[in-house]
């Protein structure tokens, strides 16, 4: 082949090639996002880099990262002896200096995201394999480490998932709860409940506060920066469940203000809400100016873990850039934006209003109260979820008052609703990353579909 | 297209389809192993039946299992939603029926891989997506949730690995180390001190004794059956750290003696080590006589996980069928044997010798007591393993006497070698799964340039 | 798994194989495009008709598709019995029902495209696995076979591209060249100029007639219908080259106008060009009241052939549907516009124009008459195209008066504008289908960078 | 990440790039073959090399590679532009340096792969992305035009597949079939016959001779060296297809011998028998002193071509290395020589035998005497095939005699046989690349079924 054509297929790599070298020296999201190609090829080279894909190796130890299935091989790049050491999961593996790499990367890159979203101030963050139950659980046990021995309560503003309620049990600790209260339609902290809740136990039986931004309207998030400046007081830990917190900014302020103000210990997010990847990760961070429990939780993880997670994260993170995550960002307010009118417009029609939740960026409740009274016992309006799920809509959620639920042994009334006996029937819906207009469109017109299939059932037995 | 054709390719394609329905009615593995093909085909077509790959489906919850980049969705078949609910890992998940399905199934199929592998009277198996290590730190707290509230101690035959000792402080709980004892050149179980260190804190205390099969030679594999008699005896928990035992039949007859005539209250074995996928994965089972505590695991268990180990294991499986993962372990155990009897002919040519370790299946270790004379300070022997490293052999471990490491708080004795002061340095070596025999005649060449370098430069030394 | 989600599930996989029944009863494109799960899903289920994908075939004949490398397996889906067969590219293979099923639909789906894109009463499509250039070769070849013995010249209207000349040499015959006539900037069809070399040449040694109607400006596409007439009425046979007409409306026009009014034997178009697949696949077709010499072409094909090009059509056409195709018909008209706007914008900036060329829908010229007298010789501009290719502009066609080239024994003057003598030094660009706004901006913005420089250079040497 | 671990890591990415530096230093199979990681990096690194992979490319010509569909591109590892220009299928692509490299590299590959097979004083190999009978008729037209205008017939030693004969056709020839002679079983090269037909024709009225080397059994190789001998005397062209003969030694040999000794105008031959890809390419070269045609070949093929044949050859070849590839070519002439003697003893237990073919190494007949007597008309055997098939065997060719056959206007009679009056019925197993010992045996055992099955039915009619 000509010189010419290969010198301009030379300079074409190489400025490629510079993707990568830029990416290595900078350590932030490049601003715009990679191709396939690139991202791939980057892969493929870490992994060249890895003892298992050395040519001529001779593996006469107990772990050579050998794989069976050419079909695993290839959907892990050929990436085969996972992240981490006994001693510290972001630790380097002398055998994999690729996967070592990559993960590094991936903190440092989903740190910068982070920031971008709007969490000022960050320390470093930790991408783990787990997701966000199973490391709020191993966050829960880095903080008792470090507080006295008695300390084995946990204080929680109730939100009504299991997975917090069963992170605390799993790790052996106790939960107590302390219920929001009520604010118009919203449910907001009880700050003074939560500080009674910490002195009834003694500070020093209390390992840790465990407070949450993003949830379910019409649950508000939580006052994490008024909490925080409490613990610190009051010198207890205090956690964030910040599960899918990043994608809204206003939750993410909180959040700075809270670790700016006072005693944040750590702050869990999951990467699948957060960053549209599988389910499987989640990031653990906390402000530049605490990072003890970080650190604890990377040197205490035991062994090695699967570097599939982190790989997702950084595909999607090199894919998008910058730009297509500020993108992915503001398309996010503003689709909330768009449901809210619509949806509200769209229920009005049928006798029914959206919840006045302002502090929550994310879920919009809608109420049920006239259909309740339109149902058969005039009040069960549990089965307009499924109504929902049978004409191809998912994740609305139905809440009716009254369920009573046992989780791990610990007893919720009206559980769904984060509270006792939340006046109003309702449902939620979500404008969460990744929705857009045209969801929201058609997500109306089943909605309307629903309403006079339900009307023409209540006339039928009326 | 005629008739005729597609007759004959609708049966091709129901015969093929046959594999899938006789998979599902007689859930263990196929005798032989399916190609690429029909293992990917049968994915796809779960993947279909979650909700995030309907067609028409309008998501507007907080998780809809969006995926942002379309390389991460095809590596993962576009299954998303991950594996588990908040209460159950091993539980359905409405949204995800086909996802359900697989993780189901990879369950059942590992369970008959292990008992083929000689895991006899075995409950239920259990993938988690999690590393050995810390599938142990939940195991260690499932089984604490199961024991008096002062067992906070676990008893532990010494074994040189960071992970278990990591695993124990994870969990929150207090180690006490307890020596092998040497015979011979093998370092075995002390059932005496292992009886005196739970005397000595009182079975109330001890939340569970932990023993290890597979290891690093001079060390034999835990006498497990005797541990757990004595452990039913003195009524306090057992757990196996099983962790590469599944590929050698004489450990995996120990362990079934242990749950047939003893209390094993879960035994733990890595997926990458024993069936050749990447890291990331661990099977929990015990005895069917016993199956609390890995039920207990599997409801413990907070949140979502991971499907990616879980996939990558049953590609393997359906890859291997039963016929090739029994070759795979008959080969395993003809390459011990070629190893011993290669290995020891090469160092007996430079006045070493294999150190005598029946119980032992797996792992060779090789006297350097020649060498070590001849090493410039009369002992250190160290730098053999680099010697061999930067000639592409990986995975042998050079033990020098006289080694002190501390652990996450705990000090060890010549650490290395599972002993304060074992007699000789060695070097071990591993036939493990997939280990050929072209890799043992590959070190063996490579062994006999290092010795010679090594005496070249001792000579030099002069 | 419970019933209830495998019901739901089950659900899911139903609707989307109603999607295959639908596209196998009808035929045609579906109107939205499929996910590439969809479409990946549907080849594997094809490849499994294949005797070389039976489970338990046994193979004894010459040709079985065995494929060596996993690697080329997989790129084809395991489709490796190619199309065709001795007698009839289009026939059916009795040892591969699913390759054949694929490349019937893909005719079938081609050809309800071309429909779309303006092609009306169009016979059926065939689809060679051949370039444009070596389907020409054997449209010319079956078109002399039905011709009389002596019929061995073809008249072809010039356009300056070397393949259609190479494509009637290596068919055996030979080339008899018409100018285009000057009308203003553009080149059109000289008819009486067509009529003179056919009479001249006698119509019983004429094979037929070649038109061509995309090509670069400042020549218009050819008067098709016109010279359709003609052939009719000479009773010569006429070939259209459509190589890259199938994106532009008024060229399908124009052919469908010629087939409804004269005699159109044959039209060939790239699948690359107006289908964005890679480069090695043409359509063959013919209006619907003649269809003789497609089904020549089709019988007279030897052997098999590769199934490969066939592949990339149908995907593309499934992963577009109606609705994508008719969006990338209709964008293409509209960056045209929006590039002979702006550009004519950025030229008149320095003093060059847009010719004038309506009887060209996609190739737009530019003079550079301005910048070719600042020229070092006052008149060579070839050097332009390559200041652009170095600004990563690729595609520009600089054509400086007076090249003369011999191409295959033919000896053309002034090569490159189709015309001995064109008065004006231009380039051309292409509003090709797939081109964008932002790619017209880009250009833009690089073109007004090479005048300054080419200005500045002039400058100095001034 | 550490500097020793970078370093190591580095060490490993050199090492695998000396693979491809000396893969293109050297030209030929590298010893050893490749690990598909490093065959597909080496792709993606060629792919970068072309203008539609150019990061910031603005494409405004007419043919950018622009590729829709993602799955298209990625199976092709964004390799668009295909191969060759309007002048040379094998010439550069100012646009494409990757392709145009991967394209040259392929053809020195092959001419390496064919040497080894025993082609000896080659001159240049050139892939086309054609099959063979295609690939046959650009050689003829390549013929054709360096004879005289009047050179119009192939003088064709007779063998019955329809391919070749179609090829004639197509590239507008006439065809002169001669009858091989019958030798005891074998048909043979009827070299008396050949010269007649020439003679009678006038040698300037002949194109060429067209021999074959690979065929069915009784069919032996045709005597291509005699042939040769012959045509230099004559001097009239002569193209030998070697269809699948290049896994042969000593069908390569007698090719060797042809152009030696005589004249050889070219050898085709295809990719998909010979080296395991998907049907699709094929071969064309000629002894080194003789290379016009093959020039020629390569310089009339009118435009581009797809590079996907090409691909898949480059694969294939970098995956088997040197070694692999003997080791393919041996095992083929061991597996014949097991499957003559496993069916010479099966089919002996029921009164048959093999015909006694020496000159043909792949293809074996069986003789079906005795039991087209026991068939119901007492000798129609031809449903013994479909037995076979629809027991999931492939391949096998029932010959009945007395079958007339018309192809493209040329009648044959006894066609099947490659002779109008072969004595006996019979059919015809081969041992082609990639047959392996167990298919023999499985073979074996289907017939044995399927003798038993006609004998009973035989019984029955009795």
């Known amino acids: 082949v000509s010189k010419a054509y290969i010198n301009q297929g030379s300079q074409a790599t190489a400025r490629r090639s510079k993707l990568v070298t830029s990416l290595l020296s900078e350590r932030r999201l490049p601003k715009d996002g990679w191709d396939d190609h690139s991202i791939e090829s980057f892969l493929s080279e870490a992994a060249m880099m890895d003892s298992n894909n050395f040519l001529d190796n001779v593996g006469v130890g107990e772990r050579e990262a050998r794989v069976y299935s050419p079909l695993v091989a290839r959907r892990h790049w050929n990436l085969a002896h996972g992240i981490g050491r006994s001693g510290d999961v972001a630790a380097e593996q002398p055998k994999a200096a690729g996967s070592s790499l990559l993960n590094k990367l991936t903190n440092l890159l989903v740190a910068d995201a982070m920031r971008i979203a709007g969490l000022e101030d960050m320390g470093p963050a930790l991408v783990l394999p787990l997701a966000t139950g199973m490391t709020l659980t191993l966050v829960l046990l880095a903080v008792k480490s470090k507080r006295p021995k008695t300390a084995t ?36 902290t009880d700050l003074d409940a939560v500080r009674a809740a910490v002195e009834a136990a003694g500070p020093a039986n209390v390992c840790c506060v465990v407070t949450s931004t993003s949830c379910f309207a019409p649950r508000a998030g939580d006052a994490c920066s008024d909490v925080a400046k409490m613990c610190a007081e009051l010198d207890v830990g205090h956690v964030v469940n910040n599960a899918y917190g990043v994608q809204a900014t206003a939750l993410c302020k909180e959040v700075t203000k809270a670790w700016r103000r006072g005693r944040v210990d750590a702050v869990v997010q999951s990467t699948d809400k957060n960053f549209m990847v599988p389910v499987g990760g989640a990031v653990v961070c906390s402000g530049k100016g605490n990072t003890e429990i970080v650190d604890a939780v990377r040197k205490s993880y035991p062994g090695r873990a699967s570097i599939s997670p982190v790989l997702d994260l950084l595909i999607t993170l090199l894919s998008m850039g910058s730009h297509g995550w500020q993108r992915c960002l503001e398309d996010r307010g503003d689709v909330y934006g768009y449901m809210r009118t619509k949806l509200g417009e769209c229920v009005g029609e049928f006798g029914e209003r959206l919840l006045d939740t302002p502090g929550n960026p994310i879920s919009i409740g809608v109420s049920l109260e006239t259909h309740a009274k339109l149902s058969e016992d005039g009040k069960d309006v549990s089965f307009f979820g499924s109504m929902l799920f049978s004409r191809c809509v998912s994740g609305t959620r139905v809440v009716a008052p009254g369920k009573r639920q046992d989780v791990g042994g610990v007893v919720f009334d009206g559980f769904g609703a984060s509270h006792d006996a939340y006046p109003v029937p309702y449902f939620t819906a979500a404008a969460a990353l990744g929705t857009t207009r045209e969801d929201v469109d058609r997500f109306c017109a089943q909605l309307r579909k629903c309403f006079k299939d339900f009307r023409k059932k209540a006339a039928k037995r009326g």
């Not at 503003?157 to 919203?186: F, I, M, W």
């Open 153 to 188: 309560k946990v204080v929680w503003c109730r939100l009504d998932q299991k997975t917090c309620v069963k992170a605390v049990l799993s790790a052996g600790l106790e939960l107590v709860v302390v219920s929001p209260k009520l604010v118009g339609d919203q449910l907001c």
